[in-house]
């Protein structure tokens, strides 16, 4: 069989490489290569016209008989890798999942086996057949393996619609009907108990592609009483959006309206509207477990339609997920950031919830932006992207004002209630009258009695976890920090511990300073832990849940106890800003932040949008049902433009104060970065590269290069980290500079385009 040299990309940070490859092999498949001795997969990008002047080493095998992933997504994932500077496999590895294999045995209409094609080296008519298998002309159920797909948990047991043969067993068509009279969906337990059939049935329908088996561990199983779809009639300015949205062409749609104003009553209706039209719905949420509500609503909207993807399967799970997704059995698929990569195809839809969120940004390699790609997504399909906020990102705003994107306002709450009432408590005045520092001002304090007293709850933030956020000597004045990172210790009362929170460093509390041996430690800065401790102090009765990520760090605690909350099982809700998202509690009616400005404090050009969009998120979780609620924030900067606008909830204000300072220091929305890290084992190396760098970008006119500067947290686990900053107005030009300076893939040098985190 004739062989040519083929650029094979591994998902791994390093230059694509050079094999002997059949001919004819399409970018995007999967084929296993030698690599030192090991073996591994790699991502066929093309033939190598400049083949390096060595033997070259044939590959292994090849894995797919075509691309498994549709050709929209391929699209995308090549823009991705450009755009972000990493390679495609990498992107490849993050949408498909290693065990998702073709069956080779797999036996086409015609009689032939997709083996005998590739024994016979026709390339090209495998090609064709995943071209019609991707646009929906060919249907092969049993393409992809699923086996081993099986564990603990719910099993779900699914008609796959397949044709079956014309013989097959009564027990075989016992099953069969049994699924088809509850519309093709089954839990396993269910199916084996009513049919009395043994498990090898099942297993046998499975092999032959008429029924497929997924474990159930999303939420949508917790099945709950207030499931039953309610039918609403969209309103006036609901029905004006909807007709607005033009289904048919790609556009971008930015619904704006506070929370309650209908916006997902919105999206549930287009996304209504586009399925029944055969396409299929793409759903960003920013984190899954705090949604269960959302994913009520869309089980009982669209039964048997909706796939989550959770952000905590385990690989079994995810692999199940992309063989449904690619097999065509979801509707809707709804997941966080990653699954703006779901195999999906055909999308009709994509609906980005609460934009702003900068979980859709990846704090790890690669780095993307899943809002972003949505974009980029629903432009390769030519369809609509919805992106849906009350507090938009500064980005989306202006491009939605400017015109770029299309602005939808939803003004009303059309299931009624009223937007908290909120007050400002200044912590200055507070502080001048108590002579000491306060840390509950004493309105806080008889609000949350009265609350308590009537039956109702109340939630206090304060973005810090822990006891005590340092401990420093009095004597000698110098903090414990931890011995690996530039930060100090935390202490944890309850388990008796300093904690490192970069590294996880952990020691026992010292009695005398390690530096002079004096018996003068102090701790300060209160954190959640302390606070929970104040409060039962001041309220003996009461019941305090504290949800922060030391008390729900093992999976599934935080919904289990937000859902106790939920059930008004709890009297005070302390925690960080986790609190602040997603989550409904009928019974409460007074939120307490205990320190506004606290976010301010920190270095970032976003730290005013920041506390803006927490502090109005925080207030909307108060009253949302039947009590009008009430909202304290403590601060000892009243007078700052994010606290005066969160306070009236007004955030066009707020962007109009805040756009002016991001204009007149070129920052996002008027100019676009790039941020590069290097790390080192001490400064100088750290730098190094950068400086490099920094050398050669000098030769671009029109960009903007600030640094090699220390990491705003320099030292991390003992390894010492540096950035160089770029802005440029043009993006496009932007993109061509970072082509021409190519940075080497293995480099030292991370690039993060579009960064939202400047730490580490
Ligand atoms: P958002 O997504 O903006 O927070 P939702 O779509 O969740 O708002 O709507 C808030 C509440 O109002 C929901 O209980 C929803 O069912 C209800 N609702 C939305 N639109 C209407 C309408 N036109 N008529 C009656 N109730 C509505
Ligand atoms: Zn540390």
Not at 102 to 125: E, N, T
Not at 166 to 180: F, G, W
Request: aromatic letters at 6%.
């Amino acid at each position: 069989m004739s062989t040519v040299p083929t650029r094979i990309e591994l998902p791994r940070p390093i230059a694509p490489l050079t094999y002997l490859a059949p001919i004819g092999l399409a970018k995007g498949i999967r084929v296993l290569i030698k690599v030192r001795g090991g073996q591994t997969w790699g991502a066929v990008l093309g033939i190598d016209e400049n083949p390096p002047e060595v033997k070259l080493k044939p590959i292994e095998s090849v894995l797919d008989p075509f691309p498994l992933l549709p050709p929209g997504l391929l699209s995308l994932l090549d823009f991705a890798a450009t755009y972000y500077g990493c390679g495609l496999a990498h992107l490849m590895a993050l949408c498909i999942p290693n065990a998702v294999q073709a069956d080779w045995g797999l036996v086409l209409p015609d009689g032939r086996r997709l083996s005998d094609l590739r024994d016979s080296g026709d390339w090209m008519a495998l090609s064709e057949i995943g071209d019609s298998w991707h646009r929906g002309k060919i249907d092969l159920p049993t393409l992809l393996h699923r086996r081993n797909l099986r564990g603990a948990g719910l099993t779900e047991v699914r008609l796959t619609g397949a044709q079956h043969p014309l013989k097959i067993t009564q027990t075989q068509a016992k099953v069969l009907n049994s699924l088809k009279s509850s519309g093709g969906v089954k839990l396993e337990s269910d199916l084996l108990r009513e049919t009395t059939v043994s498990n090898s049935v099942l297993a046998g329908l499975e092999r032959h592609g008429l029924i497929e088996r997924t474990k159930r561990v999303d939420l949508l199983s917790q099945k709950r009483e207030d499931l039953l779809h309610r039918q609403v009639t969209l309103n006036e300015e609901q029905c004006k959006v909807m007709s607005s949205v033009d289904l048919c062409h790609f556009g971008t749609h930015m619904l704006f309206g506070v929370t309650g104003s209908g916006k997902t009553e919105i999206y549930l209706e287009l996304a209504e509207r586009v399925m029944t039209t055969g396409k299929r719905v793409l759903w960003l949420v920013p984190e899954i477990g705090l949604t269960p509500r959302l994913l009520a609503r869309l089980e009982a909207r669209f039964p048997g339609k909706v796939a989550v993807g959770h952000a905590g399967l385990n690989t079994t799970e995810k692999q199940a997920d992309v063989v449904r997704l690619l097999m065509n059995s979801a509707q809707l698929f709804v997941g966080v950031r990653s699954a703006v990569l779901a195999p999906l195809r055909d999308i009709g839809l994509i609906v980005v919830d609460e934009e702003q969120e900068s979980s859709y940004k990846s704090d790890e390699h690669p780095r993307i932006n899943a809002r972003d790609m949505a974009i980029k997504r629903a432009q390769i399909e030519d369809c609509p992207v919805v992106l849906g906020s009350a507090t938009p990102s500064l980005e989306s705003w202006y491009a939605a004002t400017t015109g770029r994107y299309k602005l939808h306002r939803l003004t009303q709450r059309p299931a009624g209630s009223n937007l908290p009432m909120v007050q400002v408590v200044d912590l200055r005045e507070c502080y001048r009258q108590a002579r000491k520092r306060v840390l509950f001002s004493p309105i806080l304090l008889h609000s949350m009695e009265d609350v308590l007293a009537r039956g109702e709850q109340s939630m206090i933030l304060l973005n810090r976890r822990g006891f005590e956020n340092f401990w420093f000597c009095m004597a000698c004045g110098r903090t414990l920090d931890c011995p690996n990172c530039d930060i100090s210790l935390t202490y944890h009362k309850g388990a008796w511990r300093l904690r490192c929170h970069l590294c996880g460093h952990e020691s026992v509390p010292p009695e005398i300073c390690p530096n002079c041996s004096a018996q003068h430690l102090r701790g300060a800065g209160e954190g959640t832990e302390q606070v929970e401790d104040l409060l039962q102090n001041y309220f003996p009765g009461a019941k305090i849940l504290r949800l922060d990520r030391d008390t729900t760090s093992r999976r599934g605690t935080l919904e289990a106890a937000l859902l106790a909350a939920e059930h008004g099982e709890v009297d005070i809700l302390v925690g960080t800003q986790m609190l602040a998202k997603g989550h409904t509690f009928p019974k409460l009616t007074l939120v307490g932040v205990l320190n506004a400005d606290l976010g301010l404090r920190i270095s970032d050009f976003r730290s005013a949008e920041r506390t803006f969009h927490l502090l109005t998120q925080v207030a909307g979780r108060a009253g949302r049902v039947e009590k009008p609620g009430r909202v304290i924030l403590q601060t000892y900067c009243p007078e700052h433009p994010a606290i005066v606008h969160a306070v009236a909830q007004n955030f066009e204000g707020f962007t109009e104060s805040e756009l002016p300072y991001r204009k007149a220091f070129s920052y996002p929305p008027f100019a676009s970065l790039v941020l590069f890290r290097s790390e080192g084992d001490d400064v100088v190396s750290a730098r190094k590269p950068l400086e490099e760098l920094r050398h050669r970008l000098g030769e671009f006119p029109g960009i903007k290069i600030l640094g090699p500067l220390s990491a705003p947290i320099s030292r991390v686990k003992n390894r010492y980290w540096q950035q160089l900053i770029i802005k440029s107005q043009n993006r496009a030009e932007l993109s061509r500079i970072l082509q021409e300076i190519s940075l080497e893939r293995a480099s030292l040098v991370q690039m993060d385009r579009d960064p939202m985190n400047f730490g580490v």
